[in-house]
C-alpha cells in the first residue's frame, strides 16, 4: 500500500508534497473508479521536479512519445484507492469548474507559496516577449474565487474566450509591479529549496532584472530664433522633440506628462 500521508496529514504536509498538489490541481488527472492519480507535463520540465515528486510518494513514471510537433511527456502514476478519494474530497476530480478554496484551507499559510509555484508551472505563464504579463488558465467554467486566496491584494484582469479551438478562461497580471508582487512570493526561497520548473524561475529572473530607461537633463530650453520655449526629452539614447511653447511652464509640463507615459509604457515592454 503506499503511503499518501504526506499529502492527506496536515502535520505531515512538507514544501515538495505541496507543491506536488499546486501542480496537480494543473495538471493532475484523477480517476476513481480505477483508484488512479496521475501527473503529465513535458518531459524537459518534470526532469527539473523529478526527485521532488518522488520524494512524496511511490510514484511509478511513463514517458508518453511526442506526436507530430508536440513534445515528450513524462506521467507520474499512482494506484490508491484513501488518497485519490480524498482528492475527490477537495475537488480535484472536478477542478476544472470548481474553486481551490477546500484544499488552500487545509494547506498552512507557511506552505502556501508552493501550491500557487506548483499551479503556476502546471497552467501559469510568465510572458516577458514584447509586455510583462504572468496568468493562469483553465476551463471556460473555472471557478476562479481561490484567486482571493492569494496572500497579496492585486488588480486581477478576468478574460473568458472561445474560439474555434476551443475555449478558456484566464486571470491576468499585467504590470511589472504586479508581476513582480506575485513573483517575489512565489519563487521566495527557490535558490535554496530548486522546487519548480526552471524555465518559469528564469522568466521570474528576467523581470526582476529588466532596469527602467533613466531620463536626463530639464528637458527645457529657450530657442531665440523662434523666440519660444522649446521641450524635448531623452528616451534610449534618442531625443523626441515635443514642439515650441509660448511660456516656460508650458513646456516643463509637457516634458513632466511625456516623462510619465514614457516610464507607464515602460513597465509594459520588455527591454531585452
Known sequence: MINSELFTDVDKLNKESVYTLGLMWADGYIYPKANRVSITCIKSDMDDIKNVIMSTCDWKIYIRKAKGIRKEQLTFMIHNREFCQWLVNYDYASKKTKSADKILDFIPKKYHRYWWRGYLDGDGCIYTTK???????????????????????MQWKDLKRKTNKGSYSRRMLTTKKNCLLLLDYIYDGYEEDKIGFNRKNKKYLEIKNIKPTKFHGSGVYFNKNVNKWCARVKYKKKGIALGYFQNKLDAQNAVSKKREELHKNELLLNVR
Request: charged content about 15%; cysteine-free; overall charge neutral.
Open 131 to 153: 509586455f510583462f504579463q504572468v496568468f493562469f488558465t483553465s476551463s471556460y467554467d473555472q471557478d476562479w474565487t481561490f484567486i482571493n486566496k492569494f496572500p497579496i491584494k
